[in-house]
C-alpha cells in the first residue's frame, strides 16, 4: 500500500516571498506521477502541478516547482512570489500509473499568505 | 481543460430521506470515476470507485447499502445517500480521470447537511 505524508499541517509566509510545502511518500512501485492539488475557501480541488516518476527533471508551473527526489521519496513544491490568493490548502497525492487512476492523498497543509 | 460537474452543489435534508448527488464529466468521457468524503479540515477520503457497466468497489468501511453507486453512462456517476443521518453530513466530491492524461480532475463537491 501506498503512504503520503505532509508533515507541516500549516504554514504561513508574507505576501511575495517563497514558501516551501514537504511530503514524503512510501511505495515499492516504480512507475507513478505525484500532484500537488490547491484546494481554496471554495473547496474546489485545482490541480497545481504533476510530476511522472520516471523523469528526472523537476517539474514547473509559472511561480510552482517541485523538488522530487525519488531516492528519498520526497516531493516538495515551491511557491515562488507567493500571492494572497495562493492562501488555500495543498495536498499532495500519489498515483500508480495506470493502474485504475486512484489517488492517495497526504493529510494536507493549510497554507495562509500574509499581506 | 477538463470539467466535472456536481450537482447539486448544497443539499439540506431531514434524517430518514435519501439524497442523489451526480457527477458528470462535460467533455470527455470517463470509464470510471472517484467518489470521496472530506471533514472539515481534513484531507480526501476515498469512499468507493464508480465502473461503468458494472458494480462499485467500495474501500474498507464503507457501507455499500448506505451509499448506492450508479455509473449509468460513460459520462455520469451517481451517490445515492439512502436514510440519512446526521452523521453523514459531509462534503462529498467526485473524481474523474482523463484518459491519455493520467490525470484526475475534480467536481466543486457538494455539501450535505442531515438534519
Known amino acids: 500500500a501506498q503512504t503520503v505524508t505532509q508533515s507541516q499541517p500549516e504554514m504561513s509566509v508574507q505576501e511575495a516571498e517563497t514558501v516551501t510545502l514537504s511530503c514524503t511518500y512510501d511505495t515499492s512501485e516504480n512507475n507513478y506521477y505525484l500532484f500537488w492539488y490547491k484546494q481554496p475557501p471554495s473547496r474546489q480541488m485545482i490541480l497545481v502541478i504533476r510530476q511522472e516518476a520516471y523523469k528526472q527533471q523537476n517539474a514547473t508551473e509559472n511561480r510552482f516547482s517541485v523538488n522530487f527526489q525519488k531516492a528519498a521519496k520526497s516531493f516538495s513544491l515551491k511557491i515562488s512570489d507567493s500571492q494572497l490568493g495562493d492562501t488555500a490548502m495543498y495536498f499532495c497525492?500519489?498515483?500508480?500509473?495506470?493502474?485504475?487512476?486512484?489517488?492517495?492523498f497526504g493529510g494536507g497543509t493549510r497554507l495562509m499568505v500574509k499581506p | 481543460g477538463a470539467v466535472v460537474s456536481q450537482h447539486p452543489s448544497w443539499v439540506i435534508c431531514k434524517s430518514g430521506t435519501s439524497v442523489k448527488i451526480e457527477c458528470r464529466s462535460l467533455d470527455f468521457q470517463a470509464t470510471t470515476m472517484f467518489w470521496y468524503r472530506q471533514f472539515p479540515k481534513q484531507s480526501l477520503m476515498l469512499m468507493a470507485t464508480?465502473?461503468?457497466?458494472?458494480?462499485?468497489?467500495?474501500e474498507q468501511g464503507v457501507e455499500k447499502d448506505k451509499f448506492l453507486i450508479n455509473h449509468a453512462s460513460l459520462t455520469l456517476s451517481t451517490l445515492t445517500v439512502t436514510s440519512a443521518h446526521p452523521e453523514d453530513s459531509s462534503f462529498y466530491i467526485c473524481s474523474a480521470p482523463r484518459q491519455g492524461r493520467e490525470t484526475q480532475y475534480f467536481g466543486p463537491g457538494t455539501r450535505l447537511l442531515v438534519l
Open positions: 497525492a500519489f498515483m500508480i500509473r495506470g493502474i485504475g487512476n486512484m489517488l492517495t
Open positions: 464508480s465502473n461503468e457497466g458494472s458494480k462499485a468497489t467500495y
